[in-house]
């Protein structure tokens, strides 16, 4: 049987494609710049959950017969479903943490 199912990135590669800010930056660049490292991040979550579900489909269809590869790509989606939801938490505590702060 051949396997049709894309490989799982390693739960390491959220965040490596960060890249540095600018000295000059201006406050709208910074949250465009922002916004769209926290979109490429928020994919690489969805394309490792999506990858799961698919290598956990064609596992019920018989199409995998490696149960072990499907065990991992689904612990790898879960770890990095509970990272990102720790990332998440921290933004949160750090955000209120602010909005504490006497000026």
């Known amino acids: 049987m051949t ?5 799982i990135n390693p739960v390491g590669n959220i965040g490596q494609n960060l ?3 600018k000295p000059n930056t201006t406050p709208g660049e910074a949250h465009a710049n922002f916004a769209s490292q ?3 991040a928020i994919d690489q979550v969805n394309e490792t959950a999506n ?4 290598m956990t489909e064609a596992m019920a269809k018989g199409e995998v017969d490696d149960l072990h590869d499907v ?4 612990q790898k989606s879960s770890i990095t479903m509970q990272t990102t939801v720790q990332i998440q938490n ?3 505590e750090a955000y ?3 909005m504490r702060m006497q000026v």
């Open 51 to 54: 990858a799961s579900n698919k």
């Open 71 to 74: 065990m991992i790509a689904a």
């Open 96 to 98: 209120k943490e602010i």
């Open 38 to 40: 926290l979109k490429q």
């Open 19 to 21: 890249s540095p800010i």
């Open 3 to 7: 396997n049709h199912i894309p490989m």
């Open 90 to 92: 921290k933004v949160i």
